[in-house]
């Protein structure tokens, strides 16, 4: 299990937290079990897979701007797609290579495989001949978390 989701009152998500979190917020008692692995146990609480706050958290700050770039983002956003080919990706290219001045944001980068990011090299697409299957873009941070 990678992690016990937690939903606000209003059924957001708002983030994943580990086993051991997750049973700290039941001990405190702010939040309660919504969905649990059938039989099993921790301790005296039944194994939470999805967890729901007792009262609402405000949560504006999330969704007034975009999320924060990383890697990891990218490959979410990108469902471990290579941008280039489609096959399964695992790396992350930089549209205009950091050589060329290009940053790490979510426009700049899309996932790649490791084939096209080693044949794309530090040239733009254009240049190497490889055309983006998809644009890259700046998700909002729902769809990082939905991906």
């Known amino acids: 299990m990678s992690g016990v989701l937690v939903l606000n009152t209003d ?5 994943t937290v580990s086993l051991q979190h997750a049973v700290g917020m039941l001990v405190r008692e702010v939040a309660i079990v919504e969905a ?4 099993e146990q921790f301790g005296p609480y039944p194994l ?8 609402y958290v405000k949560t504006g ?13 990218v ?3 990108d469902r471990h797609l ?3 080919c489609g096959g399964h990706a695992a790396t992350v290219d ?4 950091l050589s060329r001045g290009g940053q790490n944001t979510w426009t700049n980068t899309v996932a790649a495989c490791a084939a096209c990011n080693a044949r794309k090299a530090d040239r733009t ?3 190497a001949g490889m055309e983006l299957r998809l644009p890259a873009y700046a998700p909002t941070r729902a769809q990082v978390l939905a991906a």
């Open 36 to 39: 649990a692995r059938d039989g």
């Open 48 to 55: 939470p897979e999805v967890l729901r706050l007792v009262r």
């Open 11 to 15: 059924d957001t998500a708002l983030h």
């Open 82 to 84: 290579c941008g280039y």
């Open 75 to 77: 490959l979410r956003r």
């Open 94 to 97: 930089h549209i205009l290579p």
């Open 125 to 127: 697409p254009e240049e």
């Open 61 to 73: 700050f999330l969704y007034s701007r975009a999320p924060g770039w990383t890697k990891r983002g």
